[in-house]
């Protein structure tokens, strides 16, 4: 058998997107609970472990992966959770289009999630960094600052369509009809 990869398209540069770049995303959470957290490594934190690809422009599906701590043992976690607070709530303002000095009851509630497995498919605009190459490493991007409805360059982007989850009174009322066993797992005919 031949295979043929002559219309397959030339490897992609893997060059970093350059440092200020503005770049539209998308939110996968990469949680492994139901809440969507994550253990760290050292296993002495717990964060939010986010996969952010580009969606549009010429770094589409280039993706970029932070992790926010939301729990800790150190003096600097406790740091770091407060980083993730500024973080997730301009997240949320860029997804939602809310001002950060906006004060409203209306903006109140656009930055209030009900778990955070509600970020996964939200939509926002993100600052491209460069971390820096160390301990063997090659230099890396990373998510520099979140692009509010206050700065230049927010535009609103479309968001996914949510569905509602089931209201409790709703899946107590529903009936659960009770299966029949197939003839040839009924032993009594078996025996006859």
């Known amino acids: 058998m031949s295979i043929d990869l002559n219309q397959a398209g030339e490897q992609r540069s893997m060059d970093l997107i350059p440092q200020d770049t503005a770049v539209p995303v998308i939110i996968k959470v990469r949680g492994d609970s139901l809440d969507g957290l994550k253990r760290s490594k050292s296993g002495t934190a717990t964060g939010l472990d986010l996969e952010l690809t580009v969606t ?15 729990s800790g043992e150190t003096e600097g976690h406790v740091q770091a959770v407060e980083i993730a607070n500024q973080t997730l709530r301009a997240i949320l303002e ?12 209306a903006a109140k ?17 993100a600052r491209v960094g460069i971390e820096p190459a160390r ?6 991007n990373k998510l520099a600052s ?8 927010w535009t609103q ?9 089931p209201s409790p009174s709703a899946s107590s009322s529903v009936s659960v009809a009770k299966i029949a066993k197939p003839g040839w797992a009924d032993k009594k005919k078996k025996a006859g």
């Not at 860029?94 to 009851?105: L, Y």
């Not at 301990?135 to 890396?140: F, L, V």
């Open 56 to 70: 549009e422009g010429p770094y589409a599906r280039r993706k970029l992966f932070p992790w926010l701590t939301r």
């Open 94 to 105: 860029s997804a939602r289009g809310v001002r950060p000095d906006d004060k409203s009851e």
């Open 109 to 125: 509630a656009a930055r209030c999630i009900d778990s955070y497995l509600d970020l996964e498919g939200m939509q926002f605009w």
């Open 135 to 140: 301990d063997g490493y090659d230099a890396k």
């Open 146 to 153: 979140v692009i509010t409805p206050d700065r230049k360059g």
């Open 157 to 165: 982007l479309e968001q996914p369509a949510r569905s509602a989850p």
